[in-house]
């Protein structure tokens, strides 16, 4: 007998000298058939696994049959879950002590949480443990803060990389001069290897445009105020102003002196955010670029 709880109800069974039947309740009685066939064989069909699967998950659990606990689990990972058993199939792992079934129905409530509250078991569920349903509806809206977080991690991160490769590709272009773009009165030559600095053409554009433009006063010109930007931000990472060959660095410099604690607070806030991501990004710092623990 592969049931210690059943093998101890048959042994109390015997001690009373007569014969006493067993029953077993709350699971239809072709499920207990099979469970049965299980304890002394070790055997079942597939068709009737597939059809009982739920119930002997039950059985298995409250009469301690390890084995076939773990064949039910296997077979619902490996596809007898779906989208209208997936309510039943959680609440039952709860009850059964199945962790891995809870993680996984969990998940897949989640992933497919509009068509799963449709279902007949989530109104069912709804109706017979409301705090049940009330715990899944707040990992479903901690699931989509989660998510919406992780995008927004992931926009900054891409953000704050741009900015590291257009401070690199600006020292670049005022101490080495791009040879791939060349001077504004030559046309783009295709072929050409192109700039390794990603930022290069663009940054290039925007610095003929800041040297030309007419407006060129800070909110005059929304080119020329992303300019002005630009060129303080690079004063602010760069490491040696007095050989810096980008425009204004030395000004921007001393000029930071004269900023509210706010403003300054914000600029030191951005500086080591774009240093921490260029880090992590494996790219390690620029020569020319202050070391974050040198920002205080």
């Not at 005059?220 to 690079?234: D, F, N, P, T, V």
């Amino acid at each position: 007998m592969a049931s210690p709880v059943l093998r101890g109800m048959l042994k109390r069974a015997k001690g009373f000298g007569r014969k006493r039947s067993i029953s077993i309740h709350g699971v239809p009685q072709d499920a207990v058939r099979v469970f049965i066939r299980f304890l002394y064989s070790s055997c079942y069909e597939e068709e009737e696994m597939r059809e009982y699967v739920m119930p002997l998950l039950v059985l298995s659990h409250a009469y301690v049959v390890p084995q076939l606990k773990r064949i039910c689990e296997q077979q619902l990972e490996q596809g007898l879950f779906t989208l209208e058993n997936v309510v039943d199939v959680f609440q039952l792992s709860l009850l059964c002590d199945s962790p891995r079934l809870t993680l996984i129905s969990h998940r897949m409530i989640l992933t497919n949480f509009k068509a799963v509250s449709e279902t007949e078991g989530w109104k069912a569920m709804k109706k017979s443990h409301p705090a049940l349903e009330k715990e899944l509806l707040e990992s479903m809206i901690e699931e989509e803060n989660m998510r919406k977080d992780k995008i927004r991690k992931s926009k900054e991160r891409k953000i704050y990389l741009e900015l590291c490769e257009a401070m690199e590709a600006l020292v670049h272009i005022c101490r080495d001069g791009c040879r791939t773009i060349g001077p504004h009165d030559k046309d783009f030559k295709e072929n050409k290897t192109p700039c390794k600095y990603r930022a290069c053409k663009g940054l290039e554009l925007l610095v003929r445009h800041f040297a030309g433009c007419k407006l060129r006063v800070p909110g005059g010109c929304i080119h020329c105020k992303r300019m002005w930007q630009l060129l303080e931000l690079h004063s602010r990472l760069c490491a040696d102003s007095s050989s810096c060959k980008v425009p204004l660095c030395r000004n921007f410099k001393e000029k930071m002196r004269k900023h509210s604690k706010k403003d300054e607070m914000r600029w030191k806030m951005l500086v080591k955010k774009i240093l921490r991501t260029k880090r992590r990004a494996g790219g390690g710092g620029a020569p020319f670029f202050v070391s974050s623990d040198s920002i205080s």
